[in-house]
């Protein structure tokens, strides 16, 4: 039996909502985790919660949960919430991977890049 990967699509085809489209199997077991979240430094209660990933809320119907999660995401898409760096040579970019939802620009394909990752361990969510 192949399992359905939504994340092995041509980026150009519209992707079905495969947790919404019984006929489609998951690609791996379901595993809830908290929609809020409590940094467990600073103890700020914070959106636990991407720009894309297609989640369902445990308890609620589909469709409602679908809107609730639209309406999260129109919040945590705010430019205040941005910050954009202009990266000049010899730059170190560090942040809390438990709190920040991250994205980048795709760099230019002509220009050297290097990139050195170094991750610390964290904390589960609570």
Do not use: C
């Not at 939504?6 to 489609?24: A, C, G, H, S, V």
């Not at 910050?83 to 000049?88: A, L, N, P």
């Amino acid at each position: 039996m192949s399992a359905y990967n939504p994340f092995l699509q041509d980026r150009n085809t519209p992707r079905p909502l495969y947790r919404l489209n019984k006929n489609i199997p998951l690609i791996s077991p379901v595993f809830p985790h908290p929609l809020v979240r409590t940094h467990p430094e600073s103890g700020k209660k914070h959106l636990y919660l991407d720009a894309a990933t297609e989640v369902e809320i445990v308890g609620l119907e589909p469709e409602e949960g679908s809107k609730l999660i639209e309406q999260l995401r129109q919040h945590l898409n705010q430019p205040k919430f941005y910050y954009q760096h202009k990266w000049s040579v010899g730059d170190i970019v560090y942040w809390d991977n438990q709190a920040t939802l991250h994205y980048r620009q795709a760099f230019d394909p002509n220009e050297r890049r290097v990139l050195k990752r170094v991750s610390l361990a964290g904390s589960r969510p609570f």
